[in-house]
């Protein structure tokens, strides 16, 4: 695979020292320098020096000289992939996911929840490597063009609250799932579902405890529907959306005639919780072949044995297209398996999504 070289910038040394032996330890990675932001003086001239092909850049609040970089990054050296290193705190979370939205490829929690302690270096391995080496294979058109959550947000088409009038659809249940990539798309696709959505709607990220909280309430405030950190046993109701939360697997069930969701602590799947197949998996049981899967931006195999079972059992899914995705590769597994009815630009998702429930009422032909 292609070298990745990696500038790293963080406030602790001790993190830069740590991450400095972890990232030149690996032989498809490149270590351009390692500097604490005290260091940094002129970002310009160090990128200049050091010629990077992705930066990792640790920021601990919103209102930091860290943010600062990242604003100045996106501005002058849109090409260049910027993952942030954020703590394990709701701060945390409203910075990593302000760092997104303003164009941030990823983010990678570095610190615990209750002590605030540096997290192993087997933490690191785990989450910040796989990201740097999907660098080569990340979007750049969609990185220059700035093309990001806070700037497109108004520009997406929405569905008119009367489109499901009279409709009887054969769908039952919505699932988004997304991993790299799929946050500034999940708030493109919200903003544009109309509020008379007739179906619930569960969505699956990626993302760690107190950071899935910061994201349901902010999603809540862009969305005509209404958004909702899932809870173990909340009943699925029309025009809600669920947004499964970090450290649980979500599944669904019929109980005393009523669909819920349950939570529940299960081993990784793929090195993911929660986990894409573990949610479209449940669905066999309760909603049967009622289901419309939608696949945003991501990589990984998490998602790809739901899908599976979701065609089986003659449920439909779309997916994100290539060029409006960040990382294609989950998308385009989907697409390579057959296993999708159609790939759309994320501008035109929430309206195919709209069309698919309210003609799902058809066979699908096979």
Known sequence: MENVNVLLIDPNQTLVNNLADIIDNDKDLILSGAFTTDQVKEIDHLISERSPNAIVLGID?????EMDFLYHLRRDHPRIPVLVMTTHSEIGAVTALSALKKGAVEYIVKTTTLS?????????????????KAVPRLNRNLLVRGSFSDKAIKPVPTIPTDFFKDAENRIK??????CLGGVPSLYMLLASLPESLPVPVIVVQHMPDIYTSVLAKQLN????????????GIELKPGTVYITPGKYHASTRTIIGKKVITLHHGPKIH?????????????????QGNVLAVYLSGGGNDGIDGAKIIDFSGGHIIVQNKNSSLLA???????SLGLHEGSYPIERLGHE??????????????
């Open 61 to 65: 609040n919103p209102e930091s000289k």
């Open 116 to 132: 605030g302690t540096i997290l192993p270096d087997e933490h690191f391995k785990g989450r910040l490597i796989p990201v740097l």
């Open 173 to 178: 249940l919505l699932v988004i799932a997304g």
């Open 221 to 232: 405030e862009i969305s005509g529907l209404q958004v909702v950190e899932t809870t173990n």
């Open 271 to 287: 090195g993911f919780r929660p986990s894409i197949d573990v949610l479209l998996q449940s669905t066999q049981n309760t909603y």
């Open 329 to 335: 590769d989950l998308p385009w597994k989907i697409e």
């Open 353 to 366: 999504i709209s069309k698919k429930i309210k003609q799902g009422s058809y066979n699908k032909v096979y």
